[in-house]
């Protein structure tokens, strides 16, 4: 881990490198005073395009303003050498998508449901849910929700887990009542209005929590990959698996109109979900 940048962070010792892109590296690190893990990420500036550099300037100057037990907090971050470089904390158990990953990997086997059962499906959707109510009141989209964006820690001494929504680089502020119109974010789980390049609003991250409530509960996703431009009438179908209270909740976000889905507010409010996340507040 011989990078120019590690080399004057006296104050961290590297652990491992966690990613490497053409421009971007990440790595572990141990804080030598508090011995705290962080993340550091360190992203060219020079010889990648304007767009992709202010993207990792937004995400840190938005992360910096965000202050929310289930979203990943900035630490620091600050430009150096034709670098940024954003420090975070770290998450311990890794993301979403690799749980997922594992319970389709092991359907029909006594580990298919090791990690991902009702209480701590529910848990994470509704602490996904916490996070999208928060931003949502500070009118910022994320856009992009999707399993390898939500990240989990595992604190000493407990079974359970914290759900910390990450990466805001393709995030939105909007003003009150406004749109936005931008074909961004990962197409398996974007709202049909953002891939139809239709405006759209906080409601397209409310599709993503949706498709990923569906795809922890049946590990598939709800249907194929529908044509938003002419999209058709769908029925989603459930596993046994899946809850009462989670089928309603799923019917209730992944639907054609936006104006017909509920708000992360309405969500939290479902008697089952209140209660899990209450009971659940009381065991950390």
């Known amino acids: 881990m011989d990078h120019p940048i590690l080399q004057g962070m006296v104050q961290y010792t590297p652990v491992k490198v966690l990613a490497r892109t053409n421009f971007s590296t990440t790595v572990l690190a141990k804080h030598n005073a508090s011995g705290d893990e962080h993340v550091i990420k360190m992203c060219k500036t020079d010889g990648v395009s304007d767009h992709t550099k202010s993207l990792v300037e937004q995400e840190a100057t938005l992360l910096k303003s965000l202050n929310h037990p289930n979203i990943i907090k900035c630490i620091d971050s600050f430009t150096r050498d034709n670098y940024v470089v954003v420090i975070t904390e770290y998450a311990n158990v890794g993301d979403l998508q690799s749980q997922i990953l ?7 086997t006594p580990t298919e449901r090791q990690f991902l059962n009702q209480t701590i499906i529910n848990l994470i959707f509704g602490q996904i849910c916490r996070a999208i109510q928060y931003i949502h009141s500070m009118k910022i989209i994320h856009r992009d929700i999707k399993p390898s964006n939500i990240l989990l820690h595992k604190p000493k001494n407990s079974k359970l887990v914290i759900a ?5 680089g393709v995030s939105r502020i909007l003003r009150d009542d406004q749109y936005a119109n931008t074909m961004i974010g990962t197409a398996d789980y974007s709202a049909p209005e953002v891939l139809a390049g239709k405006p759209y609003n906080q409601s397209c991250d409310i599709w993503g929590c949706g498709m990923i409530l569906y795809e922890m509960t049946n590990l598939k ?3 194929k990959r529908l044509n938003f431009y002419k999209p058709e009438p769908f029925i989603i179908e459930t596993n046994p698996f899946t809850q009462p209270e989670q089928k309603l909740l799923i019917e209730n976000m992944i639907t054609l109109e936006p104006e017909r889905r509920i708000s992360a507010e309405n969500i939290l409010a479902f008697p089952g979900l209140k209660k899990l996340l209450e009971r659940c507040d009381q065991m950390y």
């Open 102 to 108: 594992y319970a389709k990997e092991h359907v029909n």
């Open 164 to 168: 910390k929504i990450a990466d805001f």
């Open 221 to 223: 996703f709800p249907f």
